[in-house]
């Protein structure tokens, strides 16, 4: 089946820190791979996305690679904000299932100033 | 581009009643939508998938009767919680895909905070 995995949070950084957030798959076939970020009371907003293995998506500073080998799309940032803090999904959708996404659970980030 | 909005944002409710949520694609046509619900500090979880001028998909579980689910145009999905009660409490959100585009081109609504009294 598909699943995502995700790290469990919470994790909690200094402004300017360096941020990893693991986040490996199963799928059948080739997944289309994202990152989506919830602000508090807010809906998802997509980070970034990669289509195919090795393309590297990034936005705002983040960026994750498709890595077909490991199955994982960690996302890092090399200097986080305290504008940062939020909850950070990682979710894949492959192309039979009509743009249905398979969520990981999520981690939440706080970033102190 | 590409906006989706919720209404309302937030509805408290008595046991019992209905509550009628709405999805809009507000600058292109959706042909599918997807409803999900999201407990607190816990990921979305899909319940169905809500296609225009046909029936809905609901994932295993979703009590069908409890959820309905109409999308009557192109632009426009609801939720309407049946019989409301405390347990139904949660955050709603949809998105949209756009028509006649790839999986990857789908976008969320800001969710509606549900509270069953």
């Known amino acids: 089946g598909n699943s995502v995995t995700q790290m469990e949070g919470p994790v909690t950084l200094s402004e300017e820190a360096f941020l990893t957030i693991n986040c490996t798959y199963t799928?059948?076939?080739?997944?289309?791979l994202f990152w989506y970020v919830q602000y508090p009371g807010e809906g998802l907003q997509l980070l970034l996305k990669?289509?195919?293995?090795?393309d590297k998506g990034s936005n705002k500073g983040f960026e994750a690679t498709y890595r077909k080998e490991t199955t994982s799309f960690h996302l890092e940032k090399g200097s986080v904000q305290v504008s940062d803090s939020a909850v950070y999904f990682c979710?894949?959708?492959?192309?039979?299932?009509?743009?249905?996404?398979?969520f990981g659970r999520g981690t939440q980030l706080t970033v102190w100033p | 581009g590409a906006v989706v909005s919720q209404h309302p944002s937030r509805v408290i409710c008595k046991s019992g009643t209905s509550v009628k949520i709405e999805c809009r694609s507000l600058?292109?046509?959706?042909?599918?939508m997807f409803w999900y619900r999201q407990f607190p500090k816990q990921s979305l979880m899909l319940m169905a998938t809500?296609?225009?001028?046909?029936?809905?998909?609901?994932e295993q579980g979703v009590e069908k009767d409890k959820f309905l689910i109409n999308h009557a145009s192109l632009t426009l999905s609801t939720l309407t919680v049946t019989s409301a009660h405390p347990e139904d409490s949660s955050f709603y959100i949809c998105?949209?895909?756009?028509?006649?585009?790839?999986?990857?081109?789908?976008?969320f609504g800001p969710g509606t905070r549900l509270t069953v009294l």
């Open positions: 998105s949209a895909r756009i028509s006649g585009t790839g999986p990857n081109e789908q976008f």
């Open positions: 799928a059948t076939g080739y997944p289309s």
């Open positions: 990669a289509t195919k293995a090795d």
């Open positions: 600058d292109f046509q959706a042909t599918t």
């Open positions: 809500s296609n225009e001028g046909s029936k809905a998909t609901y």
């Open positions: 979710a894949l959708v492959r192309g039979s299932t009509l743009g249905r996404l398979y």
